[in-house]
Every structure is written in structure tokens, then in C-alpha cells.
């Protein structure tokens, strides 16, 4: 039977697409994993200057990976203290993308200087790997689909 022959390859394919999403995250993780890095000595190094003077960075970029639809989320979000009622960690605020996936300049007129440079070049690597992160996770999502209804027949065939 055709089904037959085509499982090995549904079942390869579902496993190419998740390793295909695992490699993204993995290199969407190291570009905001190096954003943090310089983000946090250009912050630290605003400490010296007098407190009018400094200009501190506010936003930075998240990276996730959903467990249950496996796909992952790349979203900037602002670190700016809040000055309203108790003091508490701040766990940052999402930005959200004005257009389709990405992120606007524009959307960050609050950044300083240095900050809105680093946004923009990380932006641009983003930007690939949003389009190919959702490509992969509807191939993923469609094989996984098809691999649980295929899951189904075989156990109605087998309680007939």
C-alpha cells in the first residue's frame, strides 16, 4: 500500500523539520546571547558618566522555544524601570512587530544611540531566521498532523 511506503519518509521528514527548528533556535539563541554581551559593558560602562550624561540601553532581545508546538519566538522586549507603585524585577515588556513579523527602527525611539545600531544589525540577522522558522514549523506542524492521523487508523484497524 501506498501509506506504507510513505511513513518512513513522513516520519524522516517530521525529524529533519525539528532538528531543522532546533538548529534555528540554536543560532537565534547566539545572536542575542552576543546582543547581551555587548549591551551589558556599553551599560556598564555609562555608570562612570554623571547621572544627566548617561545613556543606558533599554531593550533587548528574547529568544524561545515553545515546548508544546515547538516553534520559537524571537521578540524584543523593553527593560525600562517603571516608576509606578513597589519596586520589582523588571521582566520586561514585549514590543510587538508593527508589520508581519518583523521589527520597525522606528518602533524603538526610545533607544540611544549605540542601542538603535545594535537593534537594527541584530534585526537584520533576525529577519532570515523568522522567515525560515516559520517555514519549518508549518511543515513541522502539517507532518505532525498527518503522523496523529495516521496514528488513528492504525488503532481503529486494530480494534476492528
Not at 83 to 90: D, L, P, Y
Not at 118 to 130: D, G
Not at 136 to 147: E, I, W
Amino acid at each position: 500500500m501506498i501509506k506504507d511506503e510513505l511513513t518512513p519518509l513522513v516520519r524522516g521528514s517530521h525529524d529533519q523539520a525539528k532538528e531543522a527548528l532546533h538548529e534555528l533556535y540554536q543560532r537565534a539563541k547566539k545572536i542575542c546571547d552576543d546582543y547581551w554581551s555587548v549591551f551589558r559593558e556599553n551599560n556598564l560602562s555609562q555608570y562612570n558618566i554623571p547621572s544627566g550624561q548617561r545613556l543606558i540601553g533599554r531593550f533587548g532581545p528574547n529568544v524561545q522555544l515553545h515546548k508544546l508546538n515547538e516553534k520559537v519566538y524571537i521578540e524584543w522586549r523593553s527593560y525600562a524601570p517603571s516608576r509606578t507603585g513597589k519596586r520589582e524585577k523588571i521582566h520586561g515588556v514585549r514590543v510587538r512587530p508593527r508589520r508581519g513579523l518583523n521589527y520597525l527602527p522606528s518602533q524603538f525611539i526610545k533607544a540611544t544611540p549605540w542601542e538603535l545600531k545594535m537593534i537594527v544589525e541584530a534585526e537584520e540577522k533576525f529577519k532570515l531566521l523568522r522567515q525560515l522558522i516559520e517555514i519549518f514549523h508549518a511543515v513541522n506542524k502539517g507532518l505532525k498532523k498527518y503522523r496523529l492521523l495516521e496514528s488513528e487508523e492504525i488503532r481503529e484497524g486494530e480494534s476492528q
